[in-house]
T-cell receptor, first 113, second 113 residues
Framework: DQQVKQNSPSLSVQEGRISILNCDYT??????FLWYKKYPAEGPTFLIS?????DKNEDGRFTVFLNKSAKHLSLHIVPSQPGDSAVYFC????????????FGKGTKLTVNP | DTAVSQTPKYLVTQMGNDKSIKCEQN?????MYWYKQDSKKFLKIMFS???????INETVPNRFSPKSPDKAHLNLHINSLELGDSAVYFC????????????FGSGTRLTVV
């Protein structure tokens, strides 16, 4: 039972263009959403998050959009850089209680020079 | 200074053996976790401890036993290793309170032969 879904296993974009990574979730109890970036042979690193009371959060080149009614969020990277090439995981949690992070399967982003 | 460090990074062992993976965090976080990334690349939570107390115990075989001697350490002991235990195991820590996210270690690649 995948509560967090990333339906695109891979995405390839040109340097300088926009990268859009998508994520869907099924559990309406989730109230915090996070994106993690993972390079090979390293652990995931926190990138950006958004609370369910917001619909947008921006941090430099990274913006996360949340559409609660559609149970959908997306990560926009503008402009994309070759160093952004990594696997991006969408994750969600319910605050309070155990607060376990539930991850999607990841999307491998390749930014071509 | 490594925030979350886990050892060893690679572990190759035979079926039936018992092995341990160690994890330490120097962030002062209250909560620590073990996640497993299987061959399908899913990151799934196994256990979490808050201040040495077991909080989450997902449906993990009881051959897996976490031990937290203090809140900065969470070790994972695995008895009678099986081929299906081959995966990358990630330790993580967080400060309770939601969207701060987790800080992950770099992972331990366990290969059972």
């Amino acid at each position: 039972d995948q509560q967090v879904k990333q339906n695109s296993p891979s995405l390839s974009v040109q340097e300088g263009r926009i990268s859009i990574l998508n994520c869907d979730y099924t559990n309406s109890m989730f109230d915090y959403f996070l994106w993690y970036k993972k390079y090979p042979a390293e652990g995931p690193t926190f990138l950006i998050s958004i609370s369910s009371i917001k619909d947008k959060n921006e941090d430099g080149r990274f913006t996360v959009f949340l559409n609660k009614s559609a149970k959908h969020l997306s990560l926009h990277i503008v402009p994309s850089q070759p160093g952004d090439s990594a696997v991006y995981f969408c994750a969600a949690l319910t605050q309070g209680g155990s607060e376990k992070l539930v991850f999607g399967k990841g999307t491998k982003l390749t930014v071509n020079p | 200074d490594t925030a979350v460090s886990q050892t060893p990074k690679y572990l190759v062992t035979q079926m039936g053996n018992d092995k341990s993976i160690k994890c330490e965090q120097n962030l002062g976080h209250d909560t620590m976790y073990w996640y497993k990334q299987d061959s399908k690349k899913f990151l799934k939570i196994m256990f979490s401890y808050n201040n040495k107390e077991l909080i989450i115990n997902e449906t993990v075989p009881n051959r897996f036993s976490p031990k937290s001697p203090d809140k900065a350490h969470l070790n994972l002991h695995i008895n009678s290793l099986e081929l299906g235990d081959s995966a990358v195991y990630f330790c993580a820590s967080s400060q309770q309170g939601g969207g701060y996210g987790y800080t992950f270690g770099s992972g331990t690649r366990l290969t059972v032969v």
